[in-house]
């Protein structure tokens, strides 16, 4: 895959999200309500699970997310008694999907997911990430972030064995019930029956119905969310 990594965001990213405390000093409100969420399941048992239950593939291309993918978000803020905004990063190692393109290099949208459990989230400091799941990301009622890919663009097809490509992957993204169209720029590195690689995009707190924070440590947040995946993909050729 291509240019800036997930494929993967993102889960994400993919992702998404706000952040309420800075990343060098400066500390998150805590909550003052207790909130009991479920554990969120690992990233080894996802693969497992995945892979498993995925039908045989009678002819194309299948890539299918490995342990070891990552989905983080990065919102630069700007802390009072700082003097130089910083950025605030969550990171989360709960990613699977797969991508799946026919014989002729096109994407099969009704198999092709990616799914970022937002309740694995973490930072710098608890406090931060309990701000971000209780209040901005609400995961309670949503806890997970979904992309549905509809299509590529600058992708070679037959897919390449090696080598390093840049594109771009479109498609859907759902973040707290709200589905928006996104496109991840991706960064890929081609090895037999493996592609690793980095996926980026971007959305505002606006996209999804979110409000940036609003503390009194918090002097400014930037209104852009960027997310990034850092995949590794198992590769499957039929056909």
């Known amino acids: 895959m291509r240019k800036t990594g997930l494929l993967f965001v993102t889960l994400g990213i993919i992702l998404v999200v706000a952040a309420c405390g800075g990343s060098s000093g400066g500390a998150a409100p805590t909550s003052t309500a207790s909130s009991v969420q479920s554990q969120p399941t690992s990233a080894s048992t996802q693969s497992t699970v995945t892979q ?10 299948r890539l299918t997310i490995e342990n070891g993918t990552t989905a983080s978000y990065v919102v630069r ?50 406090r931060r990430d309990n701000y971000i799941r209780q209040n901005t990301l609400q995961t309670n009622n949503f806890p997970t972030a979904d992309f549905t890919a509809t299509g590529v663009t600058g992708l070679a097809s037959p897919l390449p064995s090696s080598g390093e490509a840049t594109f771009q992957v479109n498609g859907d993204m759902t973040i707290r019930g709200i589905t928006r169209p996104m496109t991840w ?55």
């Open 77 to 126: 803020e700007q802390l009072a008694g700082v003097n130089f905004p910083t950025d605030a990063i969550g990171t989360t190692d709960l990613v699977t999907g797969q991508i799946v393109l026919d014989s002729n290099g096109a994407v099969m949208p009704e198999a092709s997911s990616l799914s970022v459990d937002l309740r694995g989230l973490k930072s710098d400091d608890s």
């Open 52 to 61: 498993e239950t995925q039908p045989a593939l009678e002819s194309g291309t």
């Open 185 to 239: 720029d991706v960064a890929a590195t081609f090895s037999g029956d493996r592609v690793t690689g980095t996926t980026t995009a971007s959305f505002t707190f606006d996209d999804y119905g979110m409000r940036a924070p609003s503390v009194f440590i918090v002097l400014s947040v930037e209104d852009t969310i960027h997310l990034k995946i850092e995949f590794t993909m198992a590769v499957e050729r039929t056909g």
